[in-house]
Each structure stands twice: as structure tokens, then as C-alpha cells.
């Protein structure tokens, strides 16, 4: 039932219009950026099709067909051959293809290309789902366009990317594409305070860093990000206040140590969501728009100091930083460079 899903209304209107109607398209694209629930509402239209009780045309997530729909046994991240194949749920009309190593195989695809043109074994028609498809190769895409082109009757094939204008556009020319806004902050809010794991202070943290991206906000480890934010609070401290290098290329060394090298771009985030309440705050604007609003003591004695000009350009420059990091850039050398350039 779509009225589970937080956010998006117009999408569950739409989908519940095109059940109605029995209109469901054999090929959909789901267009969004990433942590809003694209896959989710994919895989909820297909149960609608397997469901063995449907109530007004949606599933009923009770009976035994939809509890199987979306259960998968995902293979390791390190087993190449197993990401070759579809990757069926728990009931057999469901399949569900997913990068490896932000690749595609083209092995899955044709795999989905012969599965296609099976009929259904127990269900009205039978689903196949792309995740992450703007990750799929020149050969991959080809496969595909092949069955798009020809769909089996009995067949629904639906697309999953936060980047629709990487696939080709003869790719997206056969699909309808549903496009997924960020969901409303005080609706991802209300969503983790009725699953009653946060208390009010950290659900509206949450909602404000999330961005419009409930899975963002229910990912996110509150403890790691405050650790995080703290040693980025110390940076701003050390250049607007302290005038302390030293402590700069000491944080720039323990952001680039090889166990925090999973949080490096995280942290270049919260640098920028700080410096960004910082320049709010100097400027006068309303402080309810500030994201870490839990520290608006500490970032106005930091905006005391600071000049709008000044915060602007480190925005950039963090952003040209984080540019230089699809090309492989030397962090550390580049860590260092970024505070020193700051703090002149």
C-alpha cells in the first residue's frame, strides 16, 4: 500500500491511476535523487500485481505473495559472478538487477533479456527492476534497448536512477518516467517520530540534514556525524579564532587516516553545511533555516569573526575539492592545501 511511503503524494496518485486503469506501462523509469524512495514505490507496484487479496487495485502486504515479494538474498559485494545474474526475491516473478563495483554487468541484463520472455509462473505478469541503471555500459544499455524495444506482453521492466540523463536517450525514450521530489523535511520529521527511535531534538536534526532524503536520514549514525562535525567546528575555530595551523594539518592528517577514509567526503559535507550556517548568521537571515541549529551558539561566535566573502570562496573551494576526488586526487596533499588556502 503506497500510504506507507512518506512524501511524494503525487506519485502514489499516479501509480494507484495507472492501476486502476490497468494502464501500468511495460517499461517506467524512476527518476529521483538518491534516498527518496524510488526502488521502494518500484517494487511496491509490482506487488500489486502478485498480491493475492488487492485492495482497491494495490497490495495487501499480508498474504503469503506479498510477504515473499520483497525478500531477496543479496550475494556478496565480492562475488563478481553472482552480480552476472538477476537477482530474485522470494517470489519468482520478481527480479531485481544491481551494479557491482558501480558497474552494471551486461550478463545480468542479458539474463533479464531471455527471463522477459518467460511468461509468469504464479503471478498476472512478471517484474524486472534496474537499480542505479545510469551505471550501466555502453554494452549493458544495448542489451537493454534491445528489450525495450520488443516487450514481452506479460513483462514490466522499471529503470531506478538518480541520474536519468546518463542513461541513453533511446534508453529513456521508451520508458515513462515518474519523477520523485525531495520529500518535505517536516514530513521526514513526523516520519521518524512516529518510529518512535529518536527523540524530538534528533529527528529534527535528521530532517534538516537529510536534504529531502528520508533513507539519508534513516542511515545516518547520529553518534559518527557529531563526532565529525565537532572536528569540523575545530577547523573553523582554528582559523577564525585560534589562528591555529597546526591544529589544521593535525585535522587534515586524521581525516585522511586509513580507518576514516569512508567518512572523508562526509566530512567535507558537514564543513560545508557549517560554513553555510556561519555565512546565514553573519547575514542576518531567520536562524530557523540554519541546519545545525543545536550549535547556533558556537556559529555565531564564529559569524563574529568571519566575512561573507570569505565563507563564500570556501564553499567553492571545498566544492572544487570534491570535484578533484573523481579524478583521484592525492587527499591529504589536497586536505592540506584547502585549509592553508582558508586560513590566508
Request: glycine share 4%; proline share 3%; with cysteine.
Amino acid at each position: 500500500m503506497f500510504d506507507k511511503f512518506t512524501g511524494n503524494n503525487h506519485i502514489k496518485e499516479i501509480l494507484r491511476r495507472l492501476l486502476a486503469t490497468k494502464r501500468v506501462p511495460n517499461s517506467l523509469l524512476f527518476a529521483g535523487e538518491d534516498g527518496i524512495g524510488k526502488k521502494r514505490f518500484a517494487l511496491e507496484l509490482a506487488k500489486a500485481f502478485v498480491c493475492q487479496n488487492p485492495k482497491n487495485s494495490e497490495a495487501c502486504d499480508i498474504c503469503p505473495a506479498c510477504r515473499r515479494a520483497d525478500r531477496f538474498a543479496f550475494p556478496k559485494f565480492d562475488d563478481r559472478d553472482a552480480f552476472k545474474k538477476l537477482i530474485f526475491s522470494e517470489h519468482s516473478d520478481i527480479g531485481l538487477v544491481v551494479p557491482y563495483n558501480k558497474n552494471i554487468l551486461v550478463d545480468a541484463i542479458r539474463e533479464l533479456e531471455t527471463e522477459a520472455n518467460f511468461r509468469p509462473h504464479e503471478a498476472a505478469a512478471r517484474f524486472f527492476i534496474i537499480d542505479d541503471a545510469d551505471k550501466m555500459n555502453e554494452s549493458a544499455s544495448n542489451a537493454l534497448l534491445k528489450t525495450l524495444e520488443e516487450p514481452a506482453a506479460t513483462s514490466h521492466i522499471f529503470l531506478v536512477s538518480s541520474r536519468p540523463d546518463a542513461l541513453l536517450p533511446t534508453i529513456r525514450s521508451r520508458c515513462q518516467t515518474v519523477r520523485f521530489a525531495p520529500i518535505a523535511r517536516q514530513e521526514i520529521e513526523n516520519h521518524l517520530l512516529k518510529t518512535k527511535e529518536f527523540a524530538p531534538d534528533d529527528a529534527a536534526l535528521l530532517a534538516k540534514l537529510s536534504n529531502g532524503k528520508l533513507g539519508h536520514a534513516l542511515e545516518t549514525d547520529l553518534g559518527k556525524f557529531r563526532e565529525r562535525r565537532d572536528q569540523m567546528l575545530k577547523v573553523l575555530e582554528s582559523i577564525l579564532i585560534k589562528e591555529n595551523r597546526a591544529e589544521l594539518l593535525r585535522i587534515a592528517e586524521e581525516m585522511n587516516d586509513a580507518k576514516n577514509k569512508d567518512g572523508y567526503e562526509t566530512s567535507l559535507e558537514i564543513l560545508q553545511t557549517l560554513i553555510h550556517d556561519v555565512w546565514v548568521l553573519k547575514n542576518n537571515a531567520n536562524e530557523k533555516i540554519l541546519v545545525n541549529v543545536d550549535l547556533a551558539r558556537d556559529l555565531q561566535k564564529l559569524a563574529g569573526q568571519a566575512e561573507s566573502k570569505r565563507l563564500s570562496a570556501w564553499l567553492s573551494e571545498i566544492e572544487n575539492l570534491r570535484e578533484g576526488l573523481v579524478v583521484n586526487l592525492n587527499r591529504k596533499i589536497a586536505t592540506d592545501a584547502l585549509f592553508m588556502q582558508m586560513a590566508n
